[in-house]
């Protein structure tokens, strides 16, 4: 067994470089956000963008295909028909959100750039930016476009995977709300753990910064996906429901935050074999690459679980805890 590997150290400066990756970098992102806020708010038709305002036209899924609609008591269901989602299309809410997140990114930013330099701080954001926004979309375009044409090990139709249901801001089809709060959250996770665990190998510290983000999410995503607040919506079709969150959702967060530890913290190596820019480079490919990676191995995942629960008898979806 490895020993305890040996603590991140700040990147050195490099002044030119730098300026120049952080104008590509977040030119790029610049981009990326502009274009896609572009599209989910006034080209809705071309990525199917659900209604806020009339959810009677959801499809794949449809509002009887969620898991929010089992939950609804009748009186919340005919608010819901009639009011659709809360304040889904108020602007203030939508933009004290993205600013309040943009403001707490902006201090962990300032944390990681003092600790470990403007380049570091830079790949982490970006890349976690990236990382997630990325792995988000698939998620929920997959489920926006093929939702309803498998069944689960179960048997059960798969009616669609998720979607957030505002923001004022997007990247791709996720709210930057959602992509800088996985960072701020990513960038905390990996720095508690390091700080309470510095003996640990790099890939102990990269577990315990995985659990401590999916230990997050455990009690975040039922108190947001709740009928009160609604900030994004599950379609029904897995087969098991964690305080009425899928199970691989929770598997999803472990995944990300453990990797993206690693990547990042390989970064002082890879630059010291292939220079600031060819670790910049491989960094980045390694994010593209691990976001569809990910995915696969989630699928993987859902494929074998539920043939072992079918095997066994279980014939419909399990609620932990009953009657959530």
Not at 1 to 29: H, N, T
Request: with cysteine; charged share 10%.
């Amino acid at each position: 067994m490895s020993g305890p590997a040996e603590p991140i150290q700040p990147a050195v400066a490099r002044p030119s470089y730098d300026k120049k990756f952080g104008m590509v970098a977040y030119g790029l992102l610049f981009l990326a956000i502009l274009s896609s806020t572009y599209l989910h708010h006034f080209q809705p038709q071309v990525l199917r963008v659900p209604s806020n305002t009339d959810v009677s036209t959801w499809k794949h899924p449809a509002l009887q295909q969620t898991i929010l609609w089992d939950g609804l008591t009748e009186e919340g269901k005919t608010t819901l028909l009639s009011k659709g989602v809360p304040l889904g299309d108020s602007i203030p809410a939508l933009v004290f959100g993205d600013l309040f997140t943009i403001f707490l990114g902006w201090i962990c930013f300032l944390h990681a750039r003092r600790h470990y330099g403007f380049w570091m701080a830079s790949c982490f954001l970006v890349g976690s930016f990236v990382f997630t926004g990325l792995e988000e979309s698939l998620w929920i375009l997959s489920g926006r476009f093929f939702g309803g044409m498998i069944n689960n090990p179960l048997g059960e139709p798969v009616f669609g995977s998720y979607w957030f249901t505002r923001g004022g801001l997007w990247f791709l089809e996720t709210p930057i709300v959602a992509c800088l709060g996985w960072f701020f959250i990513a960038y905390s996770c990996v720095l508690t753990a390091g700080k309470a665990f510095p003996r640990m190998n790099l890939w102990g510290r990269a577990t315990v910064g995985g659990l401590i983000a999916m230990t997050i999410d455990l009690w975040m995503d039922p108190i947001q996906t709740s009928p009160e607040i609604m900030a994004w919506v599950w379609g029904k079709g897995d087969f098991l429901l964690l305080f009425g969150i899928p199970h691989y959702n929770f598997i999803g967060w472990f995944l990300l935050i453990f990797l993206f530890a690693i990547f990042w913290e390989k970064l002082p190596g890879m630059e010291a074999g292939r220079g600031r820019h060819g670790a910049t480079v491989r960094f980045f490919l390694i994010i593209l690459i691990a976001a569809f990676a990910v995915l696969f191995l989630i699928w993987c995942w859902l494929y074998v679980f539920g043939a072992v629960l079918a095997g066994i008898g279980i014939e419909s979806t399990i609620h932990v805890p009953k009657g959530w």
